[in-house]
């Protein structure tokens, strides 16, 4: 990534400061998901800053596979900051009988403070990227939005058995009628997802 013209010309004792403002932002390195990494013997709790990791090497992918006329660096954007919220309110894992509006409520909440806690020159534009995810209004925020539930679902197909006890119709609950509705938008995406389904039920991942 390259750095700001802005902050390249600072001097290098405020440039330091700035940056250890950004320590503040590792500290999603020890947030918790609910996936889990490692091997069963030794096994934790995945970051959102490896989920954020993993998402994008999955968009490069997909961009780079499909066609589209996303702006790229846009989708790399939002994805690169959307769990940032996450370290205000933790992962809030998404379960069908959830209250969905108290959840939006609450991450709406931790993304107007989160940018608050960055330097001064990424907050502005992070909280532009924030806001742009959280509306889901332009395709390139819906596209980071789908390619965060894909990389969600390509992770644990290593560990099955965090898949104890799901159906098939909670998985369709949990991708929720929003999911359903963006994928028109993107064909071929909305072909990987129904091909991932299909797979979930084969390997028996999801029951029936």
Wanted: net charge negative; aromatic share 10%; with cysteine.
């Amino acid at each position: 990534m390259i750095l700001s013209p802005i902050l390249c010309m600072m001097p290098m004792d405020n440039q330091l400061d700035e940056l250890f403002k950004l320590r503040t932002i590792h500290k999603l390195k020890a947030v918790e998901r609910f996936a889990h990494v490692g091997t069963s013997k030794k096994q934790r709790h995945e970051s959102p800053a490896e989920h954020t990791w993993s998402a994008l090497i999955i968009a490069d992918y997909l961009l780079a596979t499909t066609r589209n006329n996303l702006n790229n660096q846009q989708v790399f954007n939002l994805i690169l900051y959307h769990d940032l919220p996450e370290l205000l309110i933790g992962d809030i894992p998404r379960t069908p009988n959830e209250d969905l509006k108290e959840k939006q409520q609450r991450e709406h909440e931790a993304t107007k403070r989160t940018s608050f806690i960055l330097p001064p020159i990424l907050s502005p534009r992070v909280k532009q990227l924030l806001e742009e995810y959280e509306r889901q209004e332009t395709p390139e925020s819906q596209y980071a939005k789908l390619v965060d539930y894909l990389d969600a679902d390509i992770h644990d197909l290593d560990y099955p058995e965090d898949w104890k006890g799901w159906t098939l119709e909670y998985y369709k609950k949990i991708r929720g009628k929003d999911v359903e509705r963006q994928l028109k938008n993107f064909p071929e995406l909305k072909k990987v997802f129904e091909e991932l389904t299909a797979y979930l039920v084969k390997e028996k991942y999801l029951e029936t």
